[in-house]
């Protein structure tokens, strides 16, 4: 059976081009035999935080949040590709992950983070790494950043230049220990049902 991965990505800008690195991620775990899977915010387009999915009674959730529930619940575990807002996290990944709590728990999470500039959004994965903990993940050790991603990127995603070569370099290490937690949380969970 393949691992289930959903890869997210939060930027609304127009001209996004983080949507380059997550493509990136989606197509390499699927070379390697994953069931990847894009879930890009923007298109999600949930509404600004009111009601969490499980603050709905049962079958009366918006579509959209029903749809992504189910396919959170169904993952085997998760990558965040985030930019760098002002230091921070993006609003729209921030927004659509607050949207659930419990439908996280007991699965990993990787975090990649990219920038415009040579910091590569390392400050936004440092925030991200704290946020995913409380919200129930284990969050991987791995982590890959790049930058400038317009030097490291092409338009279709794949790698240019240096910051290109050192990514394909970077990403298997990240995708081994993804897979790694997701074996082992796969275990755990059939071995022994979760504690609450």
């Known amino acids: 059976m393949a691992d289930r991965i959903l890869v997210f990505y939060g930027s609304y800008r127009s001209d996004r081009m983080g949507i380059r690195l997550a493509d990136f991620i989606v197509r390499n775990f699927r070379e390697r035999g994953a069931d990847a899977e894009l879930i890009d915010a923007k298109a999600v387009d949930l ?14 959730a918006p579509a959209a949040l029903e749809e992504l529930a189910q396919k959170i619940i169904g993952a085997d575990g998760f990558v965040f590709v985030t930019g760098e ?5 993006q609003p729209g990944l921030k927004n659509l992950t607050d949207h ?9 999470a990787a975090i990649a983070s990219y920038s415009a ?8 994965a440092l925030a991200w790494h704290g946020t995913l903990s409380e919200m129930g993940m ?5 982590t890959i950043a790049v930058g400038p991603i317009g030097q490291s990127l092409s338009e279709t ?17 990240f995708a081994d220990d993804l897979t790694w937690w997701v ?9 022994r049902k979760p504690p609450y």
């Open 47 to 60: 509404p600004m935080l009111d009601r969490m999915y499980k603050e709905y009674p049962k079958g009366q």
């Open 85 to 89: 807002y002002n230091w921070g996290i």
């Open 100 to 108: 659930f709590l419990e439908e996280w728990f007991w699965r990993p």
């Open 117 to 124: 500039g040579r910091f590569s959004g390392a400050r936004a």
């Open 138 to 142: 284990v969050v991987t050790s791995q």
């Open 157 to 173: 995603g794949e790698p240019i230049g240096e910051g290109g070569k050192a990514l394909v370099r970077a990403f298997p290490r």
């Open 183 to 191: 074996e082992a949380a796969r275990m755990q969970r059939e071995r």
